[in-house]
């Protein structure tokens, strides 16, 4: 294993760390669980982002890169990933709204820094998922077809996070900062069914690899548990637009 998937791994075990005290807190405490206030952000980013830093950094292992390339990006992952939970987590216990929040200068320049770290994520994301489809024949089928799909998923989950900070942003910016914090998460539901496509995906194609099916039977039998993640993104998806 390299120096820089020790630290990956490392940082997002910190990372879902982070995620389980927040809940713990949240739970003694009694405090709400919706609500721009609520440790339950910091809770969801702390376990989200660890577990997608340590399934990308897994993932980037098959990827075809060179071992400098994949060092700048898993590095770059790991510390945007570490400080968008940061930042998330210190304005909560500040008790000041993370998102949407330009009330005074400090809160304008941690929206700002979220949404570079934001942006930051999205292009490593495409990066991985360019050269996942540049080039993945080293990889037997059925894993191939799994990363593929799941790097997908999570380039999906990105755009939609993507629309919810717009929406939000233009509502603080047209004077209605609390309908965006009220509605600006209108597409989290979509947004965490496609996080973590990039798990899934990839665990099913492990375990078709167990079992004592043909490469071919295992390819099909991924490809039918990808067509039933992708039904259940839609339904999700259709089932937010209804109630929008």
Excluded: C
């Amino acid at each position: 294993m390299k120096t820089i998937e020790r630290a990956a791994y490392s940082v997002g075990g910190l990372l879902i760390l982070s995620g389980v005290i927040h809940g713990v807190v949240l739970l003694i405490s009694g405090g709400a669980w919706e609500g721009p206030l609520s440790l339950r952000k910091p809770t969801t980013f702390g376990l989200s982002f660890g577990l997608t830093l340590i399934n990308v950094t897994f993932i980037a292992s098959f990827v075809p890169l060179k071992d400098r390339t994949r060092t700048w990006l898993l590095g770059v992952f790991a510390a945007a990933s570490a400080l968008e939970t940061l930042l998330v987590s210190l304005q909560a216990w500040r008790g000041v709204p993370s998102h949407f929040n330009v009330e005074t200068s400090f809160d304008a320049a941690v929206a700002q820094v979220l949404a570079v770290g934001g942006f930051t994520i999205v292009g490593i994301i495409v990066a991985l998922t360019s050269a996942a489809f540049r080039d993945g024949t080293g990889l037997r089928p059925p894993l191939r077809l799994a990363i593929r799909a799941g790097l997908l998923a999570l380039v999906a989950a990105q755009i939609a996070g993507g629309v919810m900070i717009g929406t939000g942003m233009q509502l603080v910016f047209g004077g209605e900062p609390q309908r965006a914090y009220a509605t600006g998460g209108w597409l989290k539901p979509a947004h965490a069914a496609l996080m973590h496509g990039i798990l899934v995906l990839p665990l099913l194609a492990w375990l078709a690899s167990r079992t004592d099916w043909e490469e071919r039977t295992q390819t099909r039998g991924v490809s039918i548990g990808i067509a039933v993640y992708a039904l259940i993104v839609a339904a999700t998806i259709v089932s937010v637009l209804r109630t929008a």
